[in-house]
């Protein structure tokens, strides 16, 4: 499968967009999901939009990434807070905790070592 010059991808990144496939909608429809901050990304993983584990931790990385680059190293109380609501969404995914703390740690450095992070995870 080719879609956006993302070969094999069920789930990316683009500028701070995240896309993903529609899982609620197979195999009647194919149709991509784009989420635009980290609340709408932690919402598609909580309504299963994304499913399968490695995909949900991808998913919970790129939502981390979202909220480094919605509040910036300056605001870390948000960040915190983005943190915990993403866990909250499948409180049991191990995959998604895994990511979560790996950009969440790359995050502290730099917004940009956020967005690699999770990109490298997914």
């Known amino acids: 499968m080719k879609v956006n010059n993302q070969q094999y991808r069920t789930i990316w990144m683009e500028g701070g967009a995240v ?3 529609e899982q609620n909608l197979l195999p009647f429809k ?3 999901f784009k989420s635009e901050n980290y609340k709408s990304t932690a919402m598609a993983i909580s309504n ?5 584990a490695g995909a949900i931790g991808a998913a919970g ?3 981390m990434a979202q909220a480094f680059i919605e509040f910036g190293l300056q605001n870390m109380p948000a960040i ?3 943190k915990k609501e993403i866990a909250s969404t ?6 998604l905790f895994y990511a979560i703390n790996r950009v969440y740690n790359a995050g502290k450095i730099a917004v940009e070592n956020a967005i ?4 490298n995870i997914a």
């Open 116 to 119: 690699l992070e999770a990109k």
């Open 90 to 95: 499948r409180p049991t995914a191990q995959n």
């Open 80 to 82: 915190e807070i983005a």
């Open 48 to 52: 299963m939009t994304v499913r399968g």
């Open 30 to 32: 194919f149709q991509l």
């Open 19 to 21: 896309f993903m496939i």
């Open 61 to 63: 990385g790129f939502a």
